[in-house]
């Protein structure tokens, strides 16, 4: 069974502007699917959508159509865009990918890891630490996202990168919720990673990378489900 959703007020609703208004609103509706602002079944109406962001119906069709690909929604005959199912199994094969490929690229970025970069990704886990006992959890994702982001650019394989990016989409951001109302996307100790980084130890930075992502999928896939958000097992 679907239901129109036709929200009064979307919640944390971006300022689109430029030209990555179409990404901006891909990512919009992918984190309200992942954070249940739309169910299962659910059919999000585009001139709503359009409508509450000030953008055209043209753009949020284009943002519907990467989600199909993505998986997130499904299009039904006489119906449109239906928010799909969220298993987590799904969740967790998507984490492990995720896992295998940042996992290499660590190994790569130790192959190269020189002093500077050892000392940038250092200052970084300090500031993340700072931001996250001060409860700023949107700052603490912001320098999360660039500690991992520094590290896949370190290992010089953007086609490695370009996987990793597209599978980090299926882990919710949760931006503008306070700290205390949501699940944290990932853990922020990268002790094991710093070290195998700095001591340029390959199969120990592939190791320490896999775990940390795997640990956290299996951390906020327990706390998701207490959101409700999974599909039950048949």
């Not at 996992?103 to 940038?120: F, Q, T, W, Y």
């Not at 906020?220 to 409700?228: K, N, Q, S, T």
Request: aromatic residues 6%; glycine residues 8%; hydrophobic residues 40%.
């Amino acid at each position: 069974m679907t239901s129109d959703v036709e929200l009064p007020v979307l919640p944390h609703a971006p300022d689109l502007q430029g030209a990555s208004v179409g990404q901006g609103v891909t990512e919009y509706i992918r984190h309200l699917i992942l954070t249940g602002h739309f169910r299962a079944g659910d059919r999000p109406r585009v001139e709503h959508l359009a409508a509450q962001l000030r953008i055209s119906v043209t753009t949020v069709r284009e943002a519907l159509v990467e989600l199909l690909g993505e998986g997130f929604v499904e299009r039904r005959p006489r119906r449109g865009y239906i928010v799909a199912e969220l298993t987590r199994s799904g969740f967790e094969d998507r984490v492990l990918v995720l896992a295998m490929v940042t996992g290499e690229l660590a190994a790569r970025a130790a192959r190269v890891m020189g002093p500077d970069l050892v000392a940038s990704l250092t200052g970084l886990q300090t500031s993340l630490r700072k931001l996250d006992r001060s409860g700023s959890r949107d700052a603490a994702e912001s320098v999360n996202h660039k500690f991992h982001c520094t590290i896949n650019i370190a290992a010089a394989s953007p086609e490695l990168a370009w996987i990793a990016e597209r599978f980090a989409r299926y882990v919710p951001r949760y931006p503008g919720q306070s700290a205390d109302s949501r699940p944290r996307s990932c853990s922020y100790d990268h002790a094991s990673v710093l070290t195998a980084l700095e001591g340029r130890a390959l199969e120990a930075a592939r190791e320490a990378k896999f775990s940390h992502l795997v640990e956290s999928g299996k951390t906020l896939g327990d706390e998701l489900a207490g959101l409700g958000l999974w599909a039950p097992v048949v």
